[in-house]
């Protein structure tokens, strides 16, 4: 009996040095080039406001570790304070779960030169925002074309801009909508229907529902994402 209450105390102990204690905790360590003197900040939304979950003042050189405990996958900031009145370029966007990320960047492109790495999630994330930027950018074109004209002399070039926008939002939506079901493993699929579409047709919202397996579909936004279709039902 006392041989099986040691080795009972050796699987703990070997369960406790695997990772444990550090399941729940992001790390997010890295360098900023040229970063002299400054302050790094760990972000994230929770009930629509922008908390700080770690920070730390970078003197000398640009390496830095940031850490906390977190719920589970979701989309952080890392925020560089220069102190010079200047939001611009000074905060990167990343997603991810628990784990250890790597962020290397430069203090004077801070977000632009970002390369992220560490995370399945975060290179998921990548791909879908180069994407949708495309998107993005047509829409801009077009709301530029649109500001030189004026009812009802461009009427018909109004009428087909307006169009070509709603062609452009339905396949934004559709790309979501597919990439989302594409990459159901991910934590990543319910963020996408929820946060980024969950203004769709609840059908398409439930089509990405009904394929998660159940450790995505138990996740904070595949919970919300279940929250969100239960509503429409009402």
Known sequence: MKKVFIACLAAVGIAACSGGADASVLEVHGEVKGLKKGKLLLQTVQDSSLVTLDSMVVEG???????????????????????????????IIFFSGPGQVEIRTKWDAFEPAAEISGSPEQALFAEYRKTQSRFHVGQLELNQAALGLSMPEDSAAIDSIGRRSDMLVRRSYLYALNFAITHKDSYLAPFIAYSEVGDA????????YRVLPDSVAGSKYGKKLAELLEASRD
Not at 201 to 208: E, G, K, T
């Open 61 to 91: 050189n640009g390496a830095f570790t940031l850490s906390s405990p977190v719920e589970g996958a979701d989309l952080y900031y890392l925020y560089l304070d220069k102190a010079d009145n200047n939001t611009l370029n000074d905060r």
């Open 201 to 208: 047709n609840p059908v398409y919202l439930d089509s990405v």
